[in-house]
């Protein structure tokens, strides 16, 4: 754009000839090209010819292409340069008719009948009528009518009849298939005496002690049939008054099989009953789902004998099972508080016809506060119903589920509420900060089981992975991963494919596996109680067994005085890794510092035709998720070893 445009000054052209010219910017564009060409022609004297070179050269210059910029006079076609190329061909044909020569024609000379109005109107009136009355008539009564008397009849009585007693047997295959008479239907009752069963359970001795507490045969029989034939002290002292339906108060350390004390007498006592639907006759209630199908695994098959059916309700678990299983009728329910009450609330359970109520590990649910739980579900049993309870300690809470909901309890206590010297070794090894990870990686790496403690879930995630880093096979187990994870990873501890296991105290109590040789105290326990629970994980049932703690050197005061609430009897031992004394003690040895992996979950195996939906499912390592002892809804596992925890 030149500087006159910019600053909207005429040229001399425009000044010469009287016209202004409009800046071609579209922000200037304020008049239409009519009115320009009319401004221009009235600044235009009459009769003079436009003169084009007035105007000066085209903005830009002449082109180099036309001689457009150099043209003078009027402005024709004859002005124009060489035509090429399509347009020259296109001056070759004749010339194209022009709608403008087209001759007008007048409108409204077109048609005469503009007005609707003018158009002549077609008189209805003057069509001819049709007349119906000269019609002729038909006589509908002249018609002829057919007589249906007039019709022949055909004799039924001549047609031969078939004589069923001259049919000849009927054959298949030269078979010959004759009806037979049904046996009359007869109803099977249920035998009430169910100590009388076809099934061989197998031979009592005649010194069998089980036997002589007034154990029901059947029940002697199969315990006779795992091995189990001396009853351990806490049973011994309970069983008795547990069968004459007083209320027992049982005090024991854990592992000294107090399941089989408060089990036996409750099965004995429910068999050859009737349970309405949702209201069980027994309740069995424990802290956690870990104990509660420990517990329900130990009486499954003892109570598959007795004919009781038993059920687990316990969070984490699908709530379809459990409330058709409560619909059906269910005898004994092993329950943890929470899923519990959430089920009785719904109105699928009613705790209404209890006879017998039992609290396992009374001290740890009122510990992880399921105090006010466990005491109303208390409530919504019957005052006269049987209680048994037992637990390790007896103070603070239990003394007021004692005295509040047991009626002249028989106590019955055969340990003292201190940790065992005789089967299990104990061990203080101070150890300094930085050596923390290294010794426990030396203390797990030994043959058999171990358990190692902490006090955290992150803290089990963080342990589990470092030991698995240092070649050391180990899995956690804590309240944070789901109910078919924590299963997985105890299924794999007690098949021994991961020897470690890296649990908080929390998930771990009450837990019972067999042959477990170590316990690690990565973190010390918080009091006494603590250490108890967690040293009883091993040496079990007269077994023997190591406990380790790791004890920094702030917390060696404070270790000293727990072990001695405890009835530990030991001394602190400064320790280094690779020392001699951490492999003559516990076994341990170097690990092989090669990082390992988890091993990948067991496939599922399904019926035939069932595939992943709807078909009964085998080989499944815990059958007590939704099944009963009756076998509704899955396989029944008999393999036990042991029953107590």
């Known amino acids: 754009m030149t500087q006159h445009h910019q600053d909207n000054q005429p040229t001399a052209g425009e000044q010469a000839d009287g016209r202004i010219k409009k800046p071609r910017h579209k922000k200037f564009q304020n008049e239409s090209f009519g009115e320009r060409m009319a401004a221009e022609a009235a600044a235009t004297p009459a009769g003079e010819v436009r003169n084009d070179a007035a105007r000066g050269e085209r903005r830009g210059g002449p082109s180099q292409y036309s001689d457009r910029g150099a043209r003078t006079g009027n402005r024709n076609d004859n002005d124009r340069g060489p035509v090429k190329g399509y347009r020259a061909e296109r001056a070759n044909q004749p010339a194209r008719y022009n709608r403008d020569d087209r001759p007008q024609s007048d409108r409204t000379e077109r048609s005469q009948y503009n007005n609707r109005t003018d158009r002549p109107q077609y008189d209805r009136t003057d069509r001819p009528q049709y007349d119906r009355s000269d019609r002729p ?313 171990t358990i190692v403690f902490v006090r955290t879930k992150l803290g089990a995630d963080r342990v589990a992975t470092q030991l698995r880093d240092r070649g050391v096979m180990a899995a956690a187990l804590h309240g944070g991963l789901t109910q078919g994870a924590r299963n997985r990873t105890l299924d794999q501890f007690k098949d021994g494919s991961v020897p470690v296991l890296v649990a908080t105290d929390v998930a771990a109590r009450g837990i019972h596996v067999d042959d477990v040789g170590l316990i690690v105290q990565a973190d010390p326990a918080a009091d006494h109680k603590d250490y108890l629970h967690r040293a009883g994980r091993t040496a079990r049932a007269g077994g023997k067994g190591a406990v380790v703690t790791l004890v920094l050197p702030h917390q060696r005061r404070g270790m000293v005085r727990l072990a001695e609430s405890a009835g530990v009897e030991t001394e602190p031992v400064r320790v280094r890794p690779g020392d001699g004394l951490v492999t003559e003690l516990t076994g341990g040895n170097k690990p092989s510092g090669y990082p390992v992996k988890l091993p990948a979950p067991k496939p599922q195996r399904f019926a035939k035709g069932g595939g992943g939906k709807g078909g009964k499912r085998y080989g499944s390592s815990r059958p007590g998720r939704g099944f009963d002892s009756r076998g509704n809804g899955g396989p029944r596992r008999t393999e036990r070893k042991s029953y107590q925890h």
């Open 137 to 449: 008539k038909v006589d509908r009564a002249d018609r002829p009518q057919y007589d249906r008397a007039d019709r022949p009849k055909v004799e039924r009585t001549d047609r031969p009849k078939f004589e069923r007693t001259d049919r000849g047997p009927y054959r298949r295959d030269d078979k010959q298939y004759e009806r037979r008479e049904r046996p009359a239907f007869q109803e099977t009752k249920r035998d009430e005496s169910v100590e009388q069963s076809p099934v061989d359970l197998g031979t009592v001795a005649a010194d069998n002690q089980f036997a002589a507490l007034g154990i029901a045969p059947r029940l002697v029989q199969r315990l006779a049939r795992d091995g189990i034939t001396t009853p351990f002290p806490i049973q011994a002292a309970t069983m008795p008054d547990a069968l004459a339906g007083k209320d027992v108060l049982g005090r024991g350390q854990t592992g000294s099989g107090k399941t089989l004390g408060f089990g036996l007498p409750t099965l004995m006592r429910l068999a050859g009953g009737h349970t309405e639907s949702r209201r069980p006759r027994g309740v069995v209630l424990v802290p956690t789902r870990e104990l509660a199908m420990q517990v329900h695994d130990a009486l499954e098959p003892l109570a598959h004998v007795m004919n009781v059916s038993l059920k687990l309700i316990a969070g984490g678990l699908p709530y379809p099972k459990q409330i058709e299983g409560l619909r059906r009728g269910v005898d004994l329910l092993i329950a943890t508080p929470g899923r519990l009450i959430d089920l009785c609330e719904q109105g699928a359970a009613d705790l209404g016809a209890v006879e017998v109520a039992v609290l396992d590990e009374a001290d740890h649910m009122c510990d992880m506060g399921f105090m006010p739980a466990v005491t109303t579900l208390l409530d919504m049993t019957p005052p006269e119903g049987q209680r048994l309870l037992f637990s390790a300690t007896l103070d603070n809470d239990v003394d007021k589920i004692v005295t509040t909901y047991l009626k002249d309890p028989v106590q019955h206590s055969t340990e003292s509420g201190q940790a065992s010297v005789s089967t299990m070794e104990h061990h203080l090894l101070v150890i300094e900060p930085g050596h923390k990870q290294s010794l426990t990686a030396e203390l797990a790496s030994r043959d058999g089981r």
